[in-house]
């Protein structure tokens, strides 16, 4: 790989650049344009962006293994056709969650699906969740317990509806 840093005092010229680039350091390049690759895809597909754990999930069904001879882990290499070519299959459904008691909603209880960085108020609805299983969680609250983080299951097209209590401390 090439990297765009010149290395020469007066810029630009013939031959001019550092070609001896790899590892992490071009690895970071690599997994920037995949990325913005799959969340255009996505976009197009599914009508939203991935979360960062929707795009290693994706990114890591599609890799092909390779083995780090230095200490024998394997990790997946990015396919950034395979993983377009998945993204154009996603599916998505709903999530509505209804948190008991009123009281509990009053004093700020909330919920989200994991990975995300908003709560939801009790008997929102996340459309757009990709089909599958997807962990839900709760904010903490004063005076109150939380319900346990859980794995739902999101049916394509469709909404699943959940009913969590939070319980007097």
Same mark, same amino acid.
């Given at each position: 790989?090439?990297?765009?840093? $010149?290395?020469?005092? /007066?810029? *630009?010229?013939?031959?001019? @650049?550092? &070609? %001896? ?8 390049? @690599?997994?920037?344009?995949?990325? &913005?690759? %799959?969340?255009? +895809? ?7 962006? %991935?979360?960062?754990?929707?795009? /290693?999930?994706?990114?890591? #069904? ?21 993983? $377009?070519?998945?993204?154009? =299959?996603?599916? =998505? ?14 004093? &700020? +209880?909330?919920?989200? $699906? +994991? ?9 929102? =609805?996340?459309?757009? #969740? ?5 962990? !839900?969680?709760?904010?903490?609250? *004063? &005076? @109150?317990? $939380?319900?346990? *983080? !859980?794995?739902? !299951? ?11 209590? @939070?319980?007097? #401390?």
């Amino acid at each position: 790989a090439y990297t765009a840093d $010149i290395v020469g005092v /007066k810029g *630009s010229s013939v031959g001019n @650049y550092y &070609g %001896l680039m790899g590892g992490t350091s071009a690895a970071c390049a @690599y997994a920037a344009g995949t990325t &913005g690759s %799959l969340q255009q +895809a996505a976009k197009e597909t599914i009508g939203r962006f %991935l979360s960062p754990g929707e795009l /290693k999930e994706l990114l890591t #069904a599609t890799g092909s293994a390779v083995v780090d001879p230095k200490n024998s882990l394997s990790k997946p290499l990015i396919d950034l056709a395979a993983a $377009i070519e998945l993204s154009q =299959t996603l599916q =998505t459904g709903g999530i509505t969650v209804t948190i008991l008691p009123v009281e509990a909603t009053q004093a &700020g +209880a909330r919920w989200r $699906i +994991a990975g995300s960085s908003t709560w939801l108020e009790s008997g929102d =609805t996340a459309s757009g #969740a990709l089909a599958g299983t997807v962990d !839900i969680e709760f904010k903490p609250v *004063s &005076g @109150y317990q $939380i319900p346990q *983080s !859980i794995a739902a !299951i999101v049916e394509a097209n469709q909404t699943t509806l959940l009913n969590f209590q @939070y319980m007097p #401390a």
